[in-house]
T-cell receptor, first 112, second 115 residues
Framework: GQQVMQIPQYQHVQEGEDFTTYCNSS?????IQWYKQRPGGHPVFLIQ?????EVKKQKRLTFQFGEAKKNSSLHITATQTTDVGTYFC????????????FGKGTRLHILP | NAGVTQTPKFQVLKTGQSMTLQCAQD?????MYWYRQDPGMGLRLIYY???????DKGEVPNGYNVSRLNKREFSLRLESAAPSQTSVYFC??????????????FGEGSRLTVL
């Protein structure tokens, strides 16, 4: 079945440093979504990427979708304490089995 | 909570007991989902429903049943709870009539402990 792998599992960075999390799918994806979950909270949608090679930006966050539509990344520039949380990617494959499968997430911890 | 309400928020069960987690959306969207979240395991799909009256298995359906009797409500039932089902359960709704074309909105979660 479809698998979505995400690395790293944990990341500690000094405030102001950059952060990147990577997502890889075992199958080609129709689209990929990114979510953020604050400690004790629920996942909140950040963005969806649909096109091969697509790049989208939200302030300090840059999202990329690979040319083969099997991988994606989220890059945060100059991290702030408000960036703390777990970042998840989620996607489904082109066979449209109607499942949205999540990666295991990357937990970001900011050191002051 | 983006219009998704889950009850109860907390529950403690003994092994073998049964219970139902309720989820209701205040919009008229077709797709609804149940995920469980365990430390280090991310969010794993239990069941989902593309529309009223239809349900499909996700990644980890064993030990669970679901019911989508109307468009608003999607319930998750544990017939005989086991300690391995101790988890945080999230219900989510989609945003359009066709699955996988829009983001998911999650409820605040239900924390279940099975002793």
């Amino acid at each position: 079945g479809q698998q979505v792998m995400q690395i790293p599992q944990y990341q500690h960075v000094q405030e102001g440093e950059d952060f990147t999390t990577y997502c890889n799918s075992s199958t080609t994806l129709s689209n990929i979504q990114w979510y953020k979950q604050r400690p004790g909270g629920h996942p909140v949608f950040l963005i969806q990427l649909v096109k091969s090679g697509e790049v989208k930006k939200q302030k300090r966050l840059t999202f990329q979708f690979g040319e083969a539509k099997k991988n994606s990344s989220l890059h945060i520039t100059a991290t702030q304490t408000t960036d703390v949380g777990t970042y998840f990617c989620a996607g489904h494959n082109v066979n449209r089995d109607d499942k949205i499968i999540f990666g295991k997430g990357t937990r970001l911890h900011i050191l002051p | 909570n983006a219009g998704v309400t889950q009850t109860p928020k907390f529950q403690v069960l003994k092994t073998g007991q049964s219970m139902t987690l309720q989820c209701a959306q205040d919009m008229n969207h077709n797709s609804m989902y149940w995920y469980r979240q365990d430390p280090g395991m991310g969010l794993r799909l239990i069941y989902y429903s593309a529309s009223e009256g239809t349900t499909d298995k996700g990644e980890v359906p064993n030990g669970y049943n679901v019911s989508r009797l109307n468009k608003r409500e999607f319930s998750l039932r544990l017939e005989s709870a086991a300690p391995s089902q101790t988890s945080v359960y999230f219900c989510a709704r989609g945003t359009s009539g066709s699955l996988n074309t829009g983001e998911l909105f999650f409820g605040e979660g239900s924390r279940l402990t099975v002793l």
